[in-house]
């Protein structure tokens, strides 16, 4: 996880968000914000060991996709058309439809 801190905020406030857990955290320095980190991700594994839920992990944003090959060329076409990588295009009809 990347931490932005700014040197010259004497209160740091983090938060991981994910789709539907969210891990909250502060302190005063670096020092104290990772511990406090390591403290709020037991917690959250304790909570969620508890209900008998898996921990939610956050997305790569990498996933293998198989097409028939006719679906594949006509994806491929409708990007030209557009003028959009393959990739792009896939994600924006993808975000269309979710």
Known sequence: ???????????????????????????????????RFGDSVDDYLGFCAQRGEKPDKPF??????????????RAYLGAQREGKSLNQWISDKLLELA
């Open 1 to 35: 996880m990347t931490h932005l801190i700014d040197a010259l905020i004497a209160k740091y406030i983090a938060h991981r968000y994910r789709e539907q857990d969210v891990i909250t955290f502060q302190g005063k320095t670096v020092e104290e914000i990772e511990k």
């Open 60 to 73: 790569t944003g990498r996933r293998m996709l198989r097409l028939p090959p006719e679906l594949h060329r």
